[in-house]
Nanobody
C-alpha cells in the first residue's frame, strides 16, 4: 500500500495549484485522508482533512474560504488539495497522509515566488 502525491511546482504569489494524492494497494475510500505540509526549519503541520463521509475541515487560514479545499474521488482512489491565492509562506513540502494506516506519501514541493 502506498500514497503518491503529484501536482507540485513553482507558482507566483496569488496563483493556484491542485495537488493529487493517488492511493494504490488498498481502497482509500475506507479511511479519513489528510494533507500536511512542512516548511524548511518548521514542524510538519496539518493543512486539511476529509472524512469517509466527505466532511472536510481546513486548518490553515480557515477564515479565508476557498484558499485550501480538500476533496476526494473514491472511484479514482484519489484525494486532492486545491490551493488558491497562494502566498510565499505556503512554500513547503506537502504530504498526503492516512492516519489509521500510518501511511505517508513521499511529498511534493510547492514553491511560491514573490
Amino acid at each position: 500500500a502506498q500514497l503518491v502525491e503529484s501536482g507540485g511546482g513553482l507558482v507566483q504569489t496569488g496563483g493556484s495549484l491542485k495537488l493529487t494524492c493517488t492511493a494504490s494497494g488498498f481502497r482509500a475510500r475506507g479511511y479519513n485522508l489528510s494533507w500536511y505540509r512542512q516548511a524548511p526549519g518548521k514542524e510538519r503541520e496539518l493543512v486539511a482533512s476529509i472524512e469517509l463521509s466527505g466532511a472536510a475541515i481546513t486548518f490553515i487560514d480557515p477564515s479565508e474560504k476557498g484558499r485550501f479545499t480538500i476533496s476526494r474521488d473514491n472511484v479514482k482512489n484519489e484525494g486532492y488539495l486545491q490551493m488558491n491565492s497562494l502566498k510565499t509562506e505556503d512554500t513547503a513540502v506537502y504530504y498526503c497522509h492516512i492516519p489509521t494506516r500510518k501511511l505517508w506519501g513521499q511529498g511534493t514541493q510547492i514553491t511560491v515566488l514573490s
